[in-house]
């Protein structure tokens, strides 16, 4: 074996070693504001909506903490519900999701003039009444009923900017353990490559 395949040798193994002692400073780093407290966090604010608002879901508060941080995190309805072991729950992630004033975008576009059903709503009609009025199935009109509620008392409440708060919180330790991890390994590397070169 050349000189120069052994250094090339050491340098790969003292890299692969180096590389674990990164990722365990990330780790530990990352405990300081880790999921734990994450999910703590959102428990909290979680229980404070249920109490308020009475929430009713066969959901634990648990969950709601985990559906609160994978809608964050981009995740549908039915990804939440199979991080959740079940992915028969899409749909109740999706009701209790509303209840939390968590709302995507396909949530606020109904299927009729919404001015139209707020118009008929302060009137007094029943669920019915709207659902022959609008040309829509009852169960519609109940769900977006609901919906605009929620939408309605998210914009009154500090929930949500709460929810975006610790999730913020968790972005910012999340792009410090990875900028840790990257410039660890880069620090070992250039040095480890210099040592070689000389």
Do not use: W
């Not at 703590?40 to 929430?55: E, F, Q």
């Not at 879901?57 to 969950?63: I, R």
């Not at 606020?108 to 139209?116: D, N, S």
């Not at 009137?123 to 609901?146: D, F, H, Q």
């Amino acid at each position: 074996m050349s000189d120069r395949t052994e250094q090339l040798k050491e340098l790969f193994l003292k890299i692969s070693s180096n590389t674990k002692v990164v990722e365990k400073q990330a780790t530990l780093h990352g405990d300081l504001k880790g999921s734990e407290e994450i999910e703590r966090k959102l428990l909290v604010v979680v229980s404070d909506m249920s109490k308020r608002y009475n929430i009713q879901t066969k959901l634990t508060p648990e969950q709601l903490a985990t559906v609160v941080r994978l809608f964050y995190k981009g995740l549908s309805d039915t990804e939440i519900a199979e991080e959740l072991e079940d992915r028969a729950l899409n749909k109740t992630v999706s009701r209790a999701r509303i209840k939390l004033h968590l709302f995507r975008e396909s949530d606020l576009k109904p299927p009729f003039e919404k001015q139209e059903f707020v118009k008929l709503n302060d009137a007094g009609l029943s669920v019915k009444e709207m659902s022959e009025r609008l040309g829509v199935a009852p169960s519609t009109i109940s769900e977006y009923k609901n919906i605009f509620e929620c939408q309605e008392a998210a914009e009154k409440d500090g929930f949500t900017k709460r929810f975006e708060e610790i999730i913020s919180d968790q972005d910012v330790s999340e792009r410090m353990v990875t900028h840790i991890s990257k410039d660890g390994l880069q620090d070992t590397m250039d040095t480890d490559y210099e040592t070689a070169e000389a």
